[in-house]
């Protein structure tokens, strides 16, 4: 498609969204990060720590999954280029 045709503004709003998203999963796991450290208990340490990376690493893969999904439907993007990211490639 030519580059003409590209909703600038669709892809402007889906980026802003993607780091939205991102800002909240890091939050989110520095919070139950914290959290984890200060629990007494090694096996229950252990389950929260584990449970933070988790949860950061779906909700990571969700933003730019979300992303990728809205700019190639919405947006008429047919090619990330440079923004393709390999944030949820882990």
Request: hydrophobic share 40%; proline share 1%; glycine share 6%.
């Amino acid at each position: 498609m030519e580059k003409t045709k590209l909703d600038l503004a669709c892809v402007q709003t889906a980026v802003s969204t993607r780091e939205a998203s991102l800002i909240t999963a890091l939050t989110s796991r520095k919070d139950a990060l914290v959290t984890a450290w200060g629990t007494p208990d090694a096996a229950a340490r252990k389950s929260a720590l584990k449970g933070a990376w988790s949860a950061y690493k779906v909700s990571r893969k969700a933003a730019w999954k979300t992303f990728k999904e809205t700019v190639k439907s919405n947006c008429r993007v047919t090619d990330l280029g440079d923004d393709a990211g390999q944030g949820d490639g882990e």
